[in-house]
T-cell receptor, first 109, second 115 residues
């Protein structure tokens, strides 16, 4: 089945730093999604990417759909305490979402 | 509140007992999904409904698990004869078809602990 590999698995940064994380897959994707999960809550959609090479921003977040269609990255600029959480790359199939294992972001004030 | 509602938020049960969780989706959403998330992992698909019809079940959904959506609105997930390996967060999500413009809306989950 599909496998999504996210790196790094965890990050410890200082407030104000920029963050970069990525995701690779064993299969070609038609859609890349990035979700964030706050502690004790369900995941929330951050950014959706629909075309190879597409670069999309949402506030301080920027994500790109890799040209090979097998990878994507997510950048967060000028991190703030509320950015803490787990970030998942996700593939949307016809019937379900397939999640990576997540990148856990911790921010030191 | 127009989000996805899950009850209870937490459940502690003894091994061997049955448990039932409830999910109330966004009212106009015709699709409802159940996912399971264990510690340190991403959510894994269990099953989904389109209206009242259960259209797909993951092999993760053993015979001890059953899900229903009798009137195409709320859904229940029952686990019979719980095992310690069932301890996880059970997440419900709903969507309007597979329209990517809306995406999936997840509830806050039910955290199950089997002791």
């Amino acid at each position: 089945g599909q496998q999504l590999n996210q790196s790094p698995q965890s990050m410890f940064i200082q407030e104000g730093e920029d963050v970069s994380m990525n995701c690779t897959s064993s299969s070609i994707f038609n859609t890349w999604l990035w979700y964030k999960q706050d502690p004790g809550e369900g995941p929330v959609l951050l950014i959706a990417l629909y075309k190879a090479g597409e670069l999309t921003s949402n506030g301080r977040l920027t994500a790109q759909f890799g040209i090979t269609r097998k990878d994507s990255f997510l950048n967060i600029s000028a991190s703030i305490p509320s950015d803490v959480g787990i970030y998942f790359c996700v593939n949307q199939g016809a019937q379900k979402l397939v999640f990576g294992q997540g990148t856990r972001l911790t921010i030191n004030p | 509140d127009t989000g996805v509602s899950q009850n209870p938020r937490h459940k502690i049960t003894k091994r061997g007992q049955n448990v039932t969780f409830r999910c109330d989706p966004i009212s106009e959403h015709n699709r409802l999904y159940w996912y399971r998330q264990t510690l340190g992992q991403g959510p894994e698909f269990l099953t989904y409904f389109q209206n009242e019809a259960q259209l797909e079940k993951s092999r993760l959904l053993s015979d001890r698990f059953s899900a229903e959506r009798p009137k195409g609105s709320f859904s229940t997930l029952e686990i019979q004869r719980t095992e310690q390996g069932d301890s996880a967060m059970y997440l419900c999500a709903s969507s309007l078809g597979t329209d990517l413009n809306y995406g999936y809306t997840f509830g806050s989950g039910t955290r199950l602990t089997v002791v």
